[in-house]
Nanobody
């Protein structure tokens, strides 16, 4: 249905910025709601941001909402996560997910996503 590949992670100093990309393959990318999750060592995967298939609705975790912007370009089959003012606590593997159906509060739930990428590492040093 859809394959996802994340990129753009790396090592940055606190206060720096990164833009993560999630490139999708498949004919129906524009039909999917998209989300970003992250997982730090020894912790559960947590919701970061989500965007509806049209791009008209976005939601963010409280911990990042003033520093992160999610966007998508359906023509390029790509979803982005712009992260600014990075903090050491942002260090994690960041995963891109896709889900079909209606955009709903289930965007916050890992189990609601149908497809996942392999993740990209973000490390923020003090």
């Amino acid at each position: 249905q859809v394959q996802l590949v994340e990129s753009g992670g790396g090592l940055v100093q606190a206060g720096g910025s990164l833009r993560l990309s999630c490139a999708a393959s498949g004919r129906t990318f524009s039909s999917y709601n998209m989300g970003w999750f992250r997982q730090a060592p020894g912790k559960e995967r947590e919701f970061v941001a989500a965007i509806s298939w049209s791009g008209g609705s976005t939601h963010y975790a409280d911990s990042v909402k003033r520093r992160v912007t999610i966007s998508r370009d359906n023509a390029k089959k790509t979803v982005y996560l712009q992260m600014n003012s990075l903090k050491p606590e942002d260090t994690a593997v960041y995963y891109c997910g896709a889900r079909g159906g209606y955009y709903s509060p289930s965007y916050r739930l890992e189990a609601s996503y149908d497809y996942w990428g392999q993740g990209t590492q973000v490390t923020v040093s003090s």
